[in-house]
């Protein structure tokens, strides 16, 4: 129930086409969604996060879709580039005392230009 | 822009031995935490740490593991004897409160051979 579900494993998008990832969940207590970015070598770096009092967030070309009752949300990259390949993650966390964030398995995107 | 820094970023050591990680949050960040990723997996929650206290663990942090904060500015992760099984990267990660955004580090690398 603690699981973050992740879809695809990897992703190939020409340039300027939009990537799409996606994430589902069962624990209802998540309350906090963010997405973070990974290149090889470097540590996670948070990209843009939902709380699900929203169904939608977008800051510049990304924008995260959140569907409470299907306990769904995904990733948007629009105009994808070159720069955008990276591995990306969804994650979760459960409020109250929780602060663990709990990852989905990746998505490898590649941008071909 | 303040970041989360890391120390060593790789480190070998042999089976047996003893392996302190070092990290230094973000400097007006209060909660601090460890994960880690081993090659080509998700990122996974080891141990959040607020106040000089560990406030919340998952089932890899055994009695192996070891969290400290002994000065104002450095976190540690101590694995007393490392096995084969604990090579991975691992990430510290700091927030400036607790429902607030986490951010990482770039990782130590540790191989145990």
């Known amino acids: 129930q603690q699981q973050v579900k992740q879809s695809p494993q990897s992703l190939i998008v020409q340039k300027g086409g939009i990537s799409i990832i996606n994430c589902a969940y069962e624990?209802?207590?998540?309350?906090?969604f963010p997405w973070y970015q990974q290149f090889p070598g470097k540590g996670p770096a948070l990209l843009i996060a939902i709380r699900p009092d929203v169904s939608e967030k977008k800051e510049g070309r990304f924008t995260i879709s959140f569907n409470k009752s299907a306990k769904q949300f995904s990733l948007h990259i629009m105009d994808s580039q070159p720069g955008d390949s990276a591995t990306y993650f969804c994650a979760a966390r459960a409020g109250g005392s929780a602060r663990q964030l709990t990852f989905g398995s990746g998505t490898q995107l590649t941008v071909l230009p | 822009e303040p970041e989360v820094t890391q120390t060593p970023s790789h480190q070998v050591t042999q089976m047996g031995q003893e392996v302190i990680l070092r990290c230094v949050p973000i400097?007006?960040?209060?909660?601090f935490y460890w994960y880690r990723q081993i090659l080509g997996q998700k990122v996974e929650f080891l141990v959040s740490f607020y106040n000089n206290e560990i406030s919340e663990k998952s089932e890899i942090f055994d009695d192996q593991f070891s969290v400290e904060r002994p000065d104002g500015s450095n976190f540690t992760l101590k694995i007393r004897s490392t096995k084969l099984e604990d090579s991975a990267m691992y990430f510290c990660?700091?927030?400036?409160?607790?429902?607030?955004?986490?951010?990482f580090g770039p990782g130590t690398r540790l191989t145990v051979t």
């Open positions: 624990n209802t207590a998540f309350d906090y």
């Open positions: 990660a700091s927030s400036e409160m607790d429902y607030y955004e986490q951010y």
């Open positions: 400097s007006n960040h209060l909660y």
